[in-house]
């Protein structure tokens, strides 16, 4: 599976973006799509993460409340619509696909868990 990330971009605080990620072809309908994101000099991190048949997770209610993550089925295209945004969501933002089966929705937030990565997009939001 190849995994094409866009939708990145310089943004002021309070402003809005939203990721697209599009996926080469369809996983099995338990997989699921994840974003994740590193910024300068930190750890790769958890941001979101839904399946294809429904159900999502975020790495915190704050972010839930900020970030919406959702899919296109039809285009195999999963999308971060990110609002409010703050000078700490500056990073390099990757999504990443699980074509496990058996893994749990709460088990998405470990990068472990993911078999393909997307090449990143970055997302830069100034003060």
């Known amino acids: 599976v190849q995994l094409q990330a866009s939708g990145g971009g310089l943004v002021q605080a309070g402003g809005s973006l939203r990721l697209s990620c599009a996926a080469s072809?369809?996983?099995?309908?338990?997989?699921?799509m994840g974003w994740f994101r590193q910024a300068p000099g930190k750890e790769r991190e958890f941001v979101a993460a839904i399946r294809w048949r429904g159900g999502s997770l975020y790495n915190s209610e704050s972010t839930k409340a900020r970030f919406t993550i959702s899919t296109d089925n039809a285009k195999n295209t999963v999308y971060l619509q990110m609002n409010s945004l703050k000078p700490e969501d500056t990073a390099v933002h990757y999504c990443?696909?699980?074509?496990?089966?058996?893994?749990?929705?709460?088990?998405?937030?470990?990068?472990?868990?993911?078999?393909?990565w997307g090449q990143g997009t970055l997302v830069t939001v100034s003060s």
């Open positions: 990443a696909v699980s074509d496990r089966h058996g893994i749990i929705l709460s088990d998405l937030g470990n990068s472990e868990r993911y078999d393909y």
């Open positions: 072809r369809r996983t099995f309908s338990g997989a699921a």
